[in-house]
């Protein structure tokens, strides 16, 4: 793409969080009624809110995962709630629309493995997000 992010065979968006607020999060998620204004389960995806509101926070539901866990979507709550996995709490997401595509899970779980950057061109290091954590909160 122009912006020099790759969009891996058939993806149908880069994997970037700007990406995934645009076609995921603002049209699917932060909805006024479920993690918009409502913010339900203490979540607002909102433009602007998002990030913080996922990456290295704890879920509600499950207090030992993170939301999203950078560099290991396997073991990220907002994964397991898009893929509906098998020690799910709670009801698959999103609830209006219906689940999203394997295509569109996967775009995401990319985002999460390349360290779930808040902004493209910025690649993390594992041992290094911690600093980068701090450096931007």
């Known amino acids: 793409t122009s912006d020099g992010v ?7 968006f880069p ?6 607020q645009a076609n995921v999060l603002t049209p699917s998620c932060a909805l006024s009624f479920c993690h918009g204004a409502a913010m339900s389960a203490n979540m607002d995806l909102r ?22 866990e950078p560099f290991d979507p396997d073991h990220s ?10 020690e799910i709490v709670g009801q698959q997401m999103p609830l209006i629309g219906g689940p ?3 295509e569109v899970i996967a ?8 360290g779930a950057p808040e902004f493209p061109g910025i ?3 594992p041992t290094s997000w911690g600093q980068v954590k701090s450096h931007y909160r």
């Open 123 to 125: 690649a993390v290091e």
């Open 77 to 86: 709550c907002l994964i397991c709630k898009l893929e509906a996995c098998p």
């Open 107 to 114: 775009v995401i779980r990319e985002w999460v493995l390349l």
């Open 6 to 12: 790759l969009i891996a065979g058939g993806a149908p």
């Open 15 to 20: 994997a970037t969080f700007e990406a995934i």
């Open 47 to 68: 433009e602007g809110a998002a990030y913080r509101n996922i990456v290295g926070v704890s879920s509600v539901e499950v207090p030992t995962l993170h939301r999203i």
């Open 100 to 102: 999203l595509g394997p």
